[in-house]
């Protein structure tokens, strides 16, 4: 079970928000994968991601698969919240897999 979001365009400057988090607090695994050819910024907020105002934000540098554990053992990275991302320096492609 789970949920696949593939966002092709991900503009820059212009984040995303995505639900990443598993129904009923069940454990899993989460997929964030760049393919694009530039860097993309995750936040919990949509100020946290925007150009003008970003400062408390993670880089998924281009070309990079990040794989997290799900857990009430390990934590959540947004149990009951969205996260924002966004592309700099150009647009990039986001995949996104919540496997539960």
Same mark, same amino acid.
């Given at each position: +079970?789970?949920?696949? *979001?593939?966002?092709?365009?991900?503009? &820059?400057?212009?984040?995303? +928000?995505?639900?990443?988090?598993?129904?009923?607090?069940?454990?899993?695994?989460?997929?964030?994968?760049?393919?694009?050819?530039?860097?993309?910024?995750?936040? %919990?907020?949509?100020?946290?991601?925007?150009?003008?105002?970003?400062?408390?934000?993670?880089?998924? &540098?281009?070309?990079? *698969?990040?794989? #997290?554990?799900?857990?009430?053992? /390990?934590? %959540? #990275? $947004?149990? $009951?919240?969205?996260?924002?991302?966004?592309?700099?320096?150009?647009?990039?492609?986001?995949? /996104?897999? /919540?496997? %539960?």
């Amino acid at each position: +079970m789970g949920r696949i *979001l593939r966002i092709a365009t991900l503009a &820059e400057n212009d984040p995303k +928000m995505v639900d990443c988090s598993t129904p009923d607090g069940r454990d899993g695994k989460l997929f964030l994968n760049n393919t694009g050819s530039n860097n993309i910024m995750v936040g %919990y907020d949509r100020s946290d991601v925007l150009a003008a105002t970003a400062a408390n934000f993670f880089t998924i &540098e281009a070309g990079i *698969l990040l794989v #997290l554990d799900i857990s009430s053992e /390990v934590g %959540y #990275l $947004s149990e $009951s919240s969205s996260l924002f991302f966004s592309a700099t320096g150009g647009a990039s492609t986001l995949e /996104v897999w /919540v496997a %539960y």
